[in-house]
Structure formats: structure tokens, C-alpha cells
């Protein structure tokens, strides 16, 4: 099983910014999606953004288009979230996700990093 480690949460207002980075360890050498989930409160977990490991396509979500980049570096295993003018509708815990088949989605989740944006 691959292991993923989410960090860069945090408290911000209204239009700041933060760089989320998710590190996988473990079963890393399939590795075919690594992306973001999120799940707000009372609501359920919702897809972000993905990026393909071994290609170009890159995934988002129609809320955080344009504000929100997702890049990769798959020496390190290692996944990144740059989150831009962030509204407080973005407040939510933020998943590191792998999917390993390229077939059936997500399959592997972090225990996720809090993500609170005031108004």
C-alpha cells in the first residue's frame, strides 16, 4: 500500500494563499493519478484536482479553475497544490489521493490537512 503525507494547512483570510505538498511512499512505482480531494463541513468529500504521472493531463474541478494549480515532481513522489484567492467556500480537510490502475479512480487516501479560510 503507498503511504501519502499531506502538509501545508492552515488559517488564512479571504484572498490569501497556500501550497499544499503530498509525499507518497511505499507503492509508488504504479502510480498512474495523484490528486486532491476535500470534504467541508457536513458535506461530502469532493474531487479537486489530479495530475497524471507518466503524461500531461491535468484535472480540476470547475470551483478552483483559475485559482487553484496542481503540479508534480515524480522523482521525489511527490505532489503539489498551489491554492490562490482563496475564498472561504474553500475551507475544508484536503486529501492527497493516488490512483494506482488509472481505472477505477482514487483508491489511496492521506489523513488529510485542515484548510480554514475566514471571511
Known amino acids: 500500500q503507498v503511504q501519502l503525507v499531506e502538509s501545508g494547512g492552515g488559517l488564512v483570510q479571504t484572498g490569501g494563499s497556500l501550497r499544499l505538498t503530498c509525499t507518497a511512499s511505499?507503492?509508488?512505482?504504479?502510480?498512474?493519478?495523484m490528486g486532491w480531494s476535500r470534504q467541508a463541513p457536513g458535506k461530502d468529500r469532493e474531487f479537486v484536482a489530479a495530475v497524471k504521472w507518466r503524461g500531461d493531463n491535468i484535472y480540476y474541478a470547475d470551483p478552483v479553475k483559475g485559482r487553484f494549480t496542481i503540479s508534480r515532481d515524480n522523482v521525489k513522489n511527490t505532489a503539489y497544490l498551489q491554492k490562490n484567492n482563496l475564498q472561504p467556500e474553500d475551507t475544508a480537510v484536503y486529501y492527497c489521493?493516488?490512483?494506482?490502475?488509472?481505472?477505477?479512480?482514487?483508491?489511496?487516501w492521506g489523513q488529510g490537512t485542515q484548510v480554514t479560510v475566514s471571511s
Open positions: 511505499g507503492r509508488t512505482s504504479d502510480i498512474y493519478l
Open positions: 489521493a493516488v490512483d494506482h490502475n488509472g481505472e477505477a479512480g482514487f483508491d489511496a
